[in-house]
């Protein structure tokens, strides 16, 4: 692949994103500090783009190095990020990097489309009990070490990531059997006394107030008064847990590929297929919002059933 293909299909990409030639020669001037004129003949491509001020493009647009990498490996190609986490710091950042999507979500007045084949990760983070446990698991402290208390500052990130998600418009697709195996969980973590009786209650009890919790959500269509929310139950999914954030010129979709991995892209055929695949389950999935009244209570009381039998 030549110098001047590949320094066109930088300037085709950000073109894409950003817009008409002028603007990304502004953005250019404002990315690598050079004069306009300069900036309009690197667009053209009668000045090479040096390594350096491409690396200085990739990191204010990352999306250019997936665009650009797909001449060389082929189209069936996409770069990612993705998040684990084993200490407070990389709980931290995991946080923090979530709180940053969506404030850049509500900015654009974005939709999360999600899937639930477990609990989804909002429900942990609105109880600093169900945070607890569950952050402690992800991070395999609870196999070694017990549980990871949460500090002010930790927890203050998981409300604020749970404050956000309350706000953003959400279509929510849930597994009518999803407690099943999270009630087994916490019981045989009990069973190894990882947590004692007194925990496992607290729990059970902080799982039974969520689902209350989203009851009433669903009752009425809001959370707590401010994003819509349209809840729907399936009997299975065959997906992993994730959403997809989308609105006009923004879209990412995040994404489980293990319990401890969790990977975020924007790559325009995965976020395709991911609709295509949501949709499909939300298809022959009930709602329960604001209407279907025996459907809600149904399916909230199969939930709950799920805890009382344990």
């Known amino acids: 692949m030549g110098e001047k ?10 073109g894409e994103r950003l817009g008409a030639s002028e603007v990304v020669s502004k953005w250019l001037v ?5 004069e306009y004129s300069t900036a309009r003949r690197k667009f053209n491509g009668d000045i090479k783009i040096s390594l350096g001020q491409f690396e200085k493009i990739v990191q204010r647009a990352p999306y250019v190095l997936a665009d650009t990498i797909k001449l060389i490996l082929g189209e069936n190609t996409f770069i990612t990020t993705y998040s684990s986490f084993r200490n407070k710091r990389e709980v931290d950042d995991y946080l923090k990097a979530i709180i940053k999507r969506f404030e850049a979500a509500l900015k654009h007045k974005a939709q999360l ?13 609105a109880d600093r009990r169900l945070a607890e446990f569950k952050i402690s ?4 402290q609870l196999g070694d ?10 927890f203050a990130l998981c409300k604020e990531v749970h404050r956000l998600y309350k706000h953003l418009e959400s279509i929510e697709v849930w597994n009518r059997n999803m407690l099943h195996n999270q009630a087994k969980m916490i019981n045989w973590f009990c069973g190894l006394k990882r947590i004692n009786e007194t925990y496992r209650r607290g729990l059970f009890e902080a799982m039974e107030e969520q689902i209350g919790v989203y009851k009433q959500w ?7 008064n401010a994003g819509f929310i349209d809840l729907l139950f399936t009997d299975f999914i065959t997906m992993n847990n994730g959403g997809l954030i989308e609105a006009e010129g923004l879209q990412y979709l995040m994404t489980a590929i293990s319990s401890v991995n969790f990977v975020t892209f924007n790559d325009a055929v995965l976020c395709t297929n991911f609709i ?10 009930i709602s329960v919002s604001c209407h279907n009244a025996l459907e809600r209570e149904r399916g909230f009381d199969l939930l709950l059933d799920e805890l009382r039998n344990h």
């Open 30 to 34: 404002e990315t690598l500090d050079i």
């Open 276 to 285: 295509d695949e949501f949709e499909q389950h939300r298809s022959y999935a």
């Open 113 to 125: 489309k999600y899937v639930a084949r477990d609990l989804p990760l909002f429900f942990f983070l």
């Open 218 to 224: 669903s009752e009425v269509g809001r959370k707590d």
């Open 145 to 154: 070490n017990g549980l990871m208390h949460l500090d002010i500052e930790t």
């Open 5 to 14: 293909l590949f320094q066109a299909r930088i300037m085709d990409s950000l």
């Open 137 to 140: 698991l992800w991070s395999h």
